[in-house]
């Protein structure tokens, strides 16, 4: 597979590292109108660093665009020319729907709309895709990928904004949770370190007993809760400070500000 990521940001770099990691044997085309912070990754095979999106996209089957919403357009005007029939395209920019990328390159392409979060660097993005009629044809190549790169779904596009949310800023969220149960535990008289130490790995292991067992999590609650005990202390005092609610809310208001800057 011959992959060109335009424009090489967070994201962007994100996903190249997880490629570069998972030893994706691709050849890897990383675009950047400044090029200086991505240079080192040069130094690993097959990767091409350039500010040229020409060459890359000459030289790639899937452009993955991992631009800001702004930026889509112009790149996308830039590089029309240069697509063939070998092209997929793959857009990770939030808020650009589909009917809007084929306006400017046509409907003759594979075009692939895909929502990854940060966790893509580490191999274990949430990764929601979505695609033109087209573009079904080609999206069991986009699963390949991304789900080398962590798990992948397929939602229809209207639900897209909705995957941002839980997914791409979901990352912000649980980073919050896991920093206040860490704040917690320096209370309680462990050090920072530990304390994130004890967090981190008690994060994963609940999500892992759900991944695992497939189980709600109210059943792996009710095997932790004494009766009378501290676990049902805790988290009947968290919920009357509105823990649940304010996690809903939270995610109400992201969902409205994405639907308002997606109709600017
Ligand atoms: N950060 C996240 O967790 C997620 C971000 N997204 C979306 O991905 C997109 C990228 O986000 P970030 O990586 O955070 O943005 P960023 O601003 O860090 O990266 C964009 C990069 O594109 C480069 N660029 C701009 N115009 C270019 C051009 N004409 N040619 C080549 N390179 C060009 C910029 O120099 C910059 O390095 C956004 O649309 C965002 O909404 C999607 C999912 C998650
Ligand atoms: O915060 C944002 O608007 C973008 C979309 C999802 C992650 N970052």
């Known amino acids: 597979m011959k992959i060109a990521i335009l424009g ?60 800001q919403p702004t ?16 092209h997929v395209l793959i857009s990770t920019v939030t808020g650009f729907k589909i009917p809007r990328i084929e306006k400017i390159v046509g409907e003759e392409h594979f075009i692939i ?18 695609s033109n009629e087209k573009g079904q044809k080609r999206i069991a190549i986009a699963e390949a990928i991304f789900n080398r790169l962590g798990t992948s779904i397929i939602i229809p596009e209207n639900k897209m904004q909705a995957a941002t949310v839980i997914c791409a800023s979901g990352v912000a969220f649980w980073m919050r949770l896991i920093r206040a149960t860490s704040q917690g535990a320096v209370q309680l008289g462990f050090d920072a370190k530990d304390a994130q130490e004890l967090s981190m790995q008690t994060c994963l292991g609940a999500a ?31 919920e009357h400070n509105g823990l649940s609610s304010s996690l809903i809310k939270g995610i109400q208001a992201s969902f409205k500000k994405i639907n308002n800057i997606s109709e600017q």
């Not at 050849?27 to 660093?49: C, D, G, Q, W």
């Not at 895909?114 to 274990?124: E, F, L, R, Y």
């Open 71 to 86: 930026q889509l357009e112009k790149i996308l005007e830039e590089i029309k020319e240069e697509l063939t029939e070998k």
């Open 8 to 67: 090489t940001g967070n994201l962007g770099l994100s996903i190249a590292k997880g490629l570069i990691f998972s030893n994706a044997h691709t050849s890897l085309f990383l675009t950047k109108r400044k090029t200086e912070a991505i240079r080192e990754y040069e130094e690993y095979s097959k990767v091409t660093v350039t500010s040229n999106n020409l060459e890359a996209v000459r030289n790639s089957d899937i452009l993955i665009f991992a631009v």
């Open 113 to 130: 709309r895909s929502m990854p979060n940060t966790a893509i660097a580490v191999g274990k993005s949430m990764t929601c895709l979505c």
């Open 208 to 238: 892992s007993l759900l991944i695992e067992s497939g189980r709600h999590p109210e059943q792996e609650i009710d095997k932790v809760t004494t009766p009378r005990g501290c676990t049902i202390e805790g988290l009947n005092e968290m």
